[in-house]
């Protein structure tokens, strides 16, 4: 069985409903955060997690999501075959 590693965004939802209000124009307006799960190549279980996730973050400058403003958090899990 081959394992496969997966990033996870993943937020505290409290700290996000703290953290996440933007001020725009005298008001507290709630923003919204993207959660994604991502398959990584069978190569990914040969790096520490650590060094993955600065790599993608480092990269992630140059990614092109739709409504994306920035990455803010990255984390690789170990995981089984799906």
């Given at each position: 069985m081959s394992v496969m590693g997966h990033i996870v965004y993943t937020y505290n939802m409290r700290t996000v409903e703290q953290k996440y209000v933007k001020k725009v124009e005298?008001?507290?307006l709630p923003r919204k955060i993207a959660i994604m799960v991502i398959s990584l190549v069978e190569e990914s279980v040969k790096k520490?997690?650590?060094e993955i996730e600065e790599?993608?973050?480092?990269e992630s400058k140059e990614l092109r999501i739709p409504w994306m403003e920035?990455?803010?958090k990255v984390t690789v899990l170990e995981s089984g075959k799906d």
């Open positions: 005298g008001r507290n520490l997690n650590k790599e993608i973050l480092k920035k990455m803010e």
